[in-house]
């Protein structure tokens, strides 16, 4: 299997988007079942985690600009 930095982010971004929606399933089973209070809804609301870091972004940033120049290279 190979192993170079853009396999790893997408790995660690479809691990991320894994538990984003394990966490929204649970959510969604706390408010179904009435389970939480509109404080805590409001404190989720006002306080939400970035999907990605900006290290993330600047990573992605970094592979996006280097496969186009691989390419120009090789056009």
Do not use: F, K, W, Y
Not at 2 to 22: S, Y
């Amino acid at each position: 299997m190979r192993n170079d930095p853009r396999d790893r982010l997408i790995r660690a971004l479809a691990a991320q988007l894994g538990a984003e929606r394990e966490t929204r399933a649970a959510i969604a089973d706390v408010i179904a079942n009435g389970e939480i209070d509109r404080e805590v809804l409001l404190a989720l609301l006002e306080d939400p985690v970035p999907a990605c870091s900006q290290e993330d972004l600047n990573r992605a940033d970094r592979l996006a600009t280097s496969a186009t120049q691989h390419r120009a290279i090789a056009a």
